[in-house]
Structure formats: structure tokens, C-alpha cells
């Protein structure tokens, strides 16, 4: 039987660009953050050396770590303002919802344990399943680092985005509790390299973030 042309022709990264954009068309600010996530995640990537096909696996999750946020709800999704204790609990089984998307998928379930324990925390406090240190992926642990840093930088519509120096304190004092102390160790003697993306007046870079600050 002949191969199907369509199948040949598709390109995994075109598939990947496919699926964000899904979740770009709910919710435009996530646009902005998985980019930015992702491209300091290939940065940190480099500076630890880790091998090219870790370094692609780990970018590609990066791109899609928020991909399970496409199946929580518009109300708490896109809503204005902080979350209270039940949109929380909601809004923190985008991990899983995420992990099961990428099961589906031959190629991409092996990024699935990424994109599952990205919310993790080094010291076994975090979410899902409170996954602790080391066992912890890789991957999931330098995401950990980007999202944080991504978070504090930006501005939420309950505050403004935090500077470079509270961000780099922030990350210091959480060494071992949040995050991997020898990832964390690269990202904060490579600090300028790191947030390099955020040195040039990063504001609100679209409509969605804008909202999100008022
Ligand atoms: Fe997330
Ligand atoms: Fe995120």
C-alpha cells in the first residue's frame, strides 16, 4: 500500500505550532509566555550542555508546558483578576489535562512527564503529585525556573511585573525549596544571559496581557 503524501509531508515542528495556536486562540497571553519560557528553557539547556536531543525535547515541551490550560474552563481561564481557592484547584489540573493531550500523540507522549510535573517543586511541595528533587525530570525542573522567572516579570492585573534584582533575590532564596539548586546555580551565574528577552523595557506585549494589568 502506498504511503500517505499528507503524513510524509508533515513536519513535527509544524504539528507542535498547530497545537499552541489552539491554545493561543483561547487565551493570547499564554502566546507570549510559552515562547518566552521556552526560549530561556534552550538557554539554559546550553549553558548546562545538556545533549542536542534533550535540548529539543526539553524546547518542544517548553512551547507546550500550559497546553492543558485549553481544557479549563473560560471562566477561570480568562478571568480578570486573582483566583479564588476553588478556580485554583481548578486551574492547577492543567498539568495533567496537558500530560493526557500528549499521550495521544506517538511522538509527543515522550514529552509528557515534562509538561505533567512542570509545577513541581524541588522540596516535594509542589503539584500534581508532589514529585520531589531529582526525580523531578530535568526538563520539568528547568521549566520550573523559566515559569517563575516569566511570572515575575510579567504584570499581572493584581500587580506590576517585578524587577531584575527582586527576581534574581527571589530565585536565590528558593534554591532547593522551588528549584534545582544546580539549575538554579547556571541560570543565576549566567543571570544577563538568561533574561536577556526582559532587559529592553519588557511590558505587555498584547491585548490580552494588557487587560490582564488594569
Ligand atoms: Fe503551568
Ligand atoms: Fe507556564
Redesign the pocket.
Known sequence: MENCRTCEAVDYHEIIDCIVSALDARDSY?AG??QR?SDMALVICDLIGLKEADKEKIHIAAHL??IGKIGIPDAVLLKVGKLNNEEWETIKKHPKIGAEILSKSQHLSELKDIVLY?HERFDGKGYPVGLKGAMIPIGARI?AIC?SI??MLSNRCYRKAHDLQFCYQEIKKNLNIMYDPIVGKYVLEHWDIVTKQYQKNKVCENRAELKRCC
Open positions: 499564554t509566555h510559552s519560557v508546558h500550559d512542570h521549566i515559569d516569566d511570572a
